[in-house]
């Protein structure tokens, strides 16, 4: 991300100030879809987080273990999840962008967010008061891939449209973008009637870096450990104190006056 100036990571103070310790909070797809589920609120969880909906006029299904077994549906609405990127380790910060500030010289920009992502956070992180400011997202990168040798997936999350578009007959299309994006590290094939993907358990960790355009306005940055399978969230500790962070109170941050320098 060329227009990536600062990661900002959103909570309660108590939790910041162990997050700005070193300390990062890692939790999974099943704990988010289960978050929406439970708390049925669209924001503070997610029930489509490692998931997909499937639309279809007509949708055919092959079993892989008997290939003579074949079902067919019309007007197909199936949700389904990925299973090796269930408990894969997810670690959530917010983008703060070049759009995002007002430069005020060479090294220094002042923070400012719209109303539209303000309001996004204070709804969907209720009880957020303070935020943590890395000034530096590459060095703090490189502190995540010293830390995680075992591999770890670093990157912004991509919107789509996941929940596919409405059509005239009541029914939804998928969002071909979203599935291409999916399928990106197997080439497509030609097959009779169209172009076959494919999406391989070895990438399911694509999934999540995908969310609906719901959620753009959090403009979310994601460390994965794709590696690794946590069954409950997981505290993990990065010396990340190269990356020059620093803490303020969420009403300074959202008044506009927070002055952040790029570190060298």
């Known amino acids: 991300m060329n227009d990536l100036r600062f990661l900002i990571k959103f909570g309660e103070r108590v939790y910041m100030e162990r997050f700005a310790a070193g300390y990062l909070y890692f939790s999974h797809a099943v704990k988010f879809r289960e978050f929406e589920n439970t708390l049925k609120i669209k924001g503070q969880g997610d029930r489509l987080e490692g998931a997909s909906r499937l639309f279809a006029q007509k949708l055919t299904m092959q079993s892989h273990e008997n290939p003579q077994d074949v079902w067919t549906i019309n007007m197909a609405d199936i949700l389904t999840t990925y299973g090796p990127a269930n408990k894969v380790p997810v670690f959530c910060l917010f983008s703060c962008l070049e759009k995002d500030c007002v430069k005020i010289s060479e090294k220094e920009y002042r923070i400012s967010l719209d109303d539209e992502i303000k309001n996004d956070i204070t709804t969907h992180f209720e009880k957020a008061d303070t935020a943590v400011i890395i000034e530096n997202p590459d060095a703090f990168i490189d502190d995540i891939r010293n830390t995680f040798a075992s591999g770890y997936k670093a990157d912004a999350v ?36 169209g172009t076959k993907y494919s999406f391989g358990a070895d990438f399911a960790y694509r999934a999540l870096f995908c969310k609906d355009i719901f959620f753009s306005k959090e403009q979310e940055y994601r460390v994965l450990l794709p590696k690794q399978q946590i069954s409950e969230p997981k505290e993990y500790f990065v010396d990340y104190t190269s990356s020059k962070s620093h803490i303020v109170s969420l009403d300074d941050l959202f008044s506009g006056s927070i002055v952040v320098s790029i570190a060298d």
């Open 158 to 193: 991509n919107y789509f449209h996941v929940e596919g578009f409405p059509l005239d007959n009541g029914g939804r299309s998928m969002d071909m973008e979203y599935f291409k994006y999916l399928a990106q590290d197997t080439p497509p094939t030609k097959i009779k009637g």
